[in-house]
């Protein structure tokens, strides 16, 4: 019985596959001598893509240092990247011609010295080149950058600098901004 079933089973794959075959052949008529014609249809799909560097090209994460040397109220501290000074930023966007496209970073979690202390993130700001704009952060999750409208590669560079406005307890501060690029 069992084995009935199996070879049921099987002539009816057989079956249907032989029917799909012969329902997939591609086109082609025949006309005794004189030129004929068959047509293939053809599809592209580009999908939107969206690029973020920022910072050094292949580095894991690149880290900016501010050397406070200085009290506060003195004037702000420039910072260096440990990777390319200034850091180089780039954004490509294959969207459509009118689809905005918008940078974006969180710098809501303060950098910390890891006995309490917190510095936020309103205490850097940066310059920019290129096809960016200069701000500082302000301690936002999602706080808006830039923002392109259309297709295309911008770059550019930022230079970030501490205000070493306010006065902190001595130590060492570590935080992380996180960058984000989209279009609807």
Known sequence: MRRTRETLILGLCLALLFCYAGSA????????????????????????????QLGTLGALVDRVTFPVIDLPGTGPVAGTSSGTNPVPVRVAALVGGSALVTLRANSSTALTDGSGNNIPFSEILWT????????????AANQQLDQFTGPG???????????????????TYNGQVTYTLSSP
Do not use: Q
């Open 128 to 139: 920019a080149t290129g096809n960016f704009t200069g701000n500082t952060f302000n301690g």
């Open 25 to 52: 052949k591609a086109e082609s008529t025949s006309s005794g001598g004189t030129p004929t014609t068959a047509r293939l249809d053809f599809r592209i799909t580009i999908p939107t893509i969206l690029y973020l």
């Open 153 to 171: 590669n911008r770059t550019g560079t930022y230079s970030f600098s501490y205000a070493n406005a306010n006065y902190y307890p001595p130590g």
